[in-house]
């Protein structure tokens, strides 16, 4: 059974910073799709980054290009999301997701053209709150 488990989330201030990690298990598959997508109350879920971890290339969504950044620790089938800068309007629910394939060929463009919140798995959520 696919898990994907959170952390890292909480209140920071305005400018502050917060990482969050998403830990994969259960998957057969050795292809992956992992990103983050997030939802503020009364609005619709949007991306935010996504990661084809077999190259480690990357996709930002424009709102936080710049300020936040994906990594991944393989050993540990883990990514992060180093949260830099942080604004208001950055409050939301935080959610990671995967797809798993078998197979790679163009597996890395469709993995990061499509958003995250559209990836098949995802992990309970985790709230992170900004204040000003």
């Known amino acids: 059974q696919v898990q994907l488990v959170e952390s890292g989330g909480g209140p920071v201030q305005a400018g502050g910073s917060l990482r969050l990690s998403c830990a994969a298990s259960g998957y057969t598959y050795p292809y992956k799709c992992m990103g983050w997508f997030r939802q503020a109350p009364g609005k619709e879920r949007e991306g935010v980054a996504s990661?084809?971890?077999?190259?480690?290339?990357?996709y930002y969504d424009d709102s936080v290009k710049g300020r936040f950044t994906v990594s991944q620790d393989v050993a540990k089938n883990t990514v992060y999301l180093q949260m830099n800068s942080l604004k208001p309007e950055d409050t939301a629910m935080y959610y990671c997701?995967?797809?798993?394939?078998?197979?790679?060929?163009?597996?890395?463009?469709?993995?990061?053209?499509?958003?995250?919140?559209?990836?098949?798995?995802r992990g309970q959520g985790t709230q992170v709150t900004v204040s000003s």
């Open positions: 990661i084809y971890t077999f190259s480690g290339n990357i």
């Open positions: 997701a995967a797809d798993f394939y078998s197979y790679a060929p163009g597996l890395q463009s469709r993995c990061l053209q499509t958003p995250a919140v559209e990836y098949h798995y």
